[in-house]
C-alpha cells in the first residue's frame, strides 16, 4: 500500500510541476518591433513577463517621430468608416488575447485589421522567443511583402 501512494504521489508531482516541453519564459520586459514603416507607422509588441506568465502587453504603432497610432483621431475616424475597427480597439483586442492565451500560437483577426493582426501574432511570438531566452534587447521582425 505504502508503495502504490508513493507512486501516486509520484506521478501527481511529475504532472503538476510542469514537467513539459513548453520552455519557461524568464521574467522581464521584452519587445518586437517591425524592421520598416508601412503606411508611415511602426508596430511594435512589448510584453512583461512574471513567473512564466505574460501580464502585460503593449501593441501598438508609431511614426517616426514617435507618434502612437492610437492615439491619432483623425486616423481613428477615417479606419473606423472604412473597417469597422480602429487602432486603440484592435490593439486591445490583440494584447488581452495574448494575455489569456499565453503563448504564440496566433490570435484570431479582427475583421477589417487583419494585416495588424498577422503582424501582431509574428511580433508576439518574436517577444516571446526573446523572453524564453531572457535577452531584452529589442529584435527586429521582417516586414511582409504586400500582395
Given at each position: 500500500?505504502?508503495?502504490?501512494?508513493?507512486?501516486?504521489?509520484?506521478?501527481?508531482?511529475?504532472?503538476?510541476?510542469?514537467?513539459?516541453?513548453?520552455?519557461?519564459?524568464?521574467?522581464?520586459?521584452?519587445?518586437?518591433?517591425?524592421?520598416?514603416?508601412?503606411?508611415?507607422?511602426?508596430?511594435?509588441?512589448?510584453?512583461?513577463?512574471?513567473?512564466?506568465?505574460?501580464?502585460?502587453?503593449?501593441?501598438?504603432?508609431?511614426?517616426?517621430?514617435?507618434?502612437?497610432?492610437?492615439?491619432?483621431?483623425?486616423?481613428?475616424?477615417?479606419?473606423?468608416?472604412?473597417?469597422?475597427?480602429?487602432?486603440?480597439?484592435?490593439?486591445?483586442?490583440y494584447a488581452a488575447e495574448?494575455?489569456?492565451?499565453?503563448?504564440?500560437?496566433?490570435?484570431?483577426?479582427?475583421?477589417?485589421?487583419?494585416?495588424?493582426?498577422?503582424?501582431?501574432?509574428?511580433?508576439?511570438?518574436?517577444?516571446?522567443?526573446?523572453?524564453?531566452?531572457?535577452?531584452?534587447?529589442?529584435?527586429?521582425?521582417?516586414?511582409?511583402?504586400?500582395?
Amino acid at each position: 500500500m505504502k508503495k502504490i501512494c508513493c507512486l501516486i504521489l509520484l506521478i501527481a508531482v511529475f504532472t503538476f510541476s510542469g514537467c513539459s516541453s513548453k520552455e519557461a519564459m524568464k521574467d522581464g520586459y521584452y519587445t518586437a518591433e517591425m524592421s520598416d514603416y508601412s503606411h508611415g507607422w511602426k508596430e511594435y509588441v512589448c510584453i512583461l513577463v512574471k513567473n512564466n506568465k505574460i501580464v502585460s502587453v503593449e501593441f501598438n504603432a508609431k511614426d517616426s517621430s514617435g507618434y502612437i497610432k492610437a492615439w491619432d483621431n483623425a486616423y481613428m475616424k477615417n479606419m473606423y468608416s472604412v473597417n469597422g475597427t480602429y487602432p486603440n480597439e484592435y490593439t486591445r483586442y490583440y494584447a488581452a488575447e495574448l494575455i489569456e492565451q499565453q503563448n504564440d500560437a496566433g490570435v484570431d483577426a479582427l475583421t477589417g485589421a487583419s494585416t495588424s493582426g498577422s503582424n501582431f501574432n509574428r511580433l508576439a511570438a518574436a517577444a516571446i522567443e526573446q523572453a524564453k531566452k531572457g535577452e531584452s534587447e529589442t529584435v527586429q521582425v521582417e516586414v511582409e511583402e504586400e500582395k
